[in-house]
């Protein structure tokens, strides 16, 4: 069965200290690792794709990278708009396995 | 930007009852996906749809669950008699391509059953 867990499950930061998310994944067969942003009350909100490990994908203060078990969600100089819940998820076939997110706040 | 979109954004309906929640998926996309997560709770597949055929379902999504695309925009996902448990935020999600595709979701609507 595919898993995916996250850590930190809450991270609160201050307006341009940057840091990282991390994703631990088990999967049988990697189509693609997913990062979406989801803000309270609203559907997820696409970030990246990386589908083999030592990819990496950009977007404005946001880089994810991917290994051969786990991906990390880099930060840099985060805002206060950054606030979020950052969900991670891994493709298998079709559907998605997500994991239970990490919820950051950037406190100005 | 397109995006998808769904139709109601709160639905409160009596236990036993029947639902229909409608998705209008982005327009070129030929994939399409139920999702729902139960408040705090993580994002848990339902059913994809391709072609007008179901291709992969979970376990939660069993005979009380259906799905259609009864027109060239619309999406449905039907509950046929609605149990407490099934109060939750539904997601549509859709894609250009099915495995490796990157899957966009709607806002979502919350339903509630009493």
């Known amino acids: 069965e595919d898993q995916v867990t996250q850590s930190p499950e809450a991270l609160r930061l201050q307006e341009g200290e940057s840091s990282s998310l991390n994703c631990s994944y088990t999967?049988?067969?990697?189509?693609?690792l997913f990062w979406y942003r989801q803000d309270p009350g609203k559907g997820p909100e696409f970030l990246f794709t990386l589908y083999s490990a030592g990819e990496e994908k950009e977007k404005e203060r946001l880089k994810a990278t991917l290994t051969k078990k786990e991906s990390f969600l880099h930060i840099t100089a985060p805002k206060p708009e950054d606030s979020a819940t950052y969900l991670c998820a891994v493709q298998d076939v079709e559907k998605l396995t997500f994991g239970t997110g990490t919820r950051l706040t950037i406190i100005p | 930007e397109p995006e998808v979109t769904q139709t109601p954004s709160h639905q409160v309906t009596q236990m036993g009852q029947e639902v229909i929640l409608r998705c209008v998926p982005i327009?070129?996309?030929?994939?399409f996906y139920w999702y729902r997560q139960i408040l705090g709770q993580k994002v848990e597949f339902l059913v994809s749809?391709?072609?007008?055929?179901?291709?992969?379902k979970s376990e939660i999504f069993d005979d009380q669950f259906s799905v259609e695309r009864p027109d060239g925009s619309n999406f449905t996902l039907k509950i046929r008699s609605t149990k407490l448990e099934d109060s939750a935020m539904y997601f549509c999600?859709?894609?250009?391509?099915?495995?490796?595709?990157?899957?966009?979701f709607g806002p979502g609507t919350r339903l509630l059953v009493l």
């Open positions: 327009s070129n996309h030929l994939y």
């Open positions: 999600a859709s894609s250009t391509q099915g495995a490796r595709g990157s899957q966009y």
């Open positions: 749809f391709y072609n007008n055929e179901i291709s992969e």
């Open positions: 999967v049988s067969g990697l189509r693609g």
